[in-house]
Nanobody
């Protein structure tokens, strides 16, 4: 089972930016799609962004479209989430996850991950 570890969380004021990283223990992108989801006090669990291993195209929740960018460094097995124009409602614990590629969209939306990290806290103050 792939091991995932997030980093880069913190506290920022509204309008600020953070860049989250997720390091994977092994090459994951061939068999999985990768993504981020969050658990926040306002909305509970929310699927935030996902990306396929053979593509640079990211897919996003409506709530973060245009503000967040998902990317990866396949050579280093690192997944990123660049978060810009942060809002207080973005506050929460952010998780990196691996989903089976064959059911990526549904798995991402339903939080049916093959593996996830321990999470990193993001706090956005107004």
């Amino acid at each position: 089972q792939v091991q995932l570890m997030e980093s880069g969380g913190g506290s920022v004021q509204a309008g600020g930016s953070l860049n989250l990283s997720c390091t994977a223990s092994e090459y994951t992108y061939k068999d999985y799609c990768m993504g981020w989801f969050r658990q926040g006090p306002a909305k509970g669990y929310e699927a935030v962004a996902r990306i396929y291993g053979d593509s640079e195209i990211g897919y996003y929740a409506d709530s973060v479209q245009g503000r967040f960018i998902i990317s990866k460094d396949s050579a280093k097995n690192i997944l990123y989430l660049q978060m810009n124009s942060l809002k207080p409602e973005d506050t929460g614990t952010y998780y990196c996850a691996a989903y089976w590629r064959s059911s990526c969209y549904n798995s991402w939306k339903r939080f049916q991950y093959a593996s996830r990290g321990q999470g990193t806290q993001v706090t956005v103050s107004s």
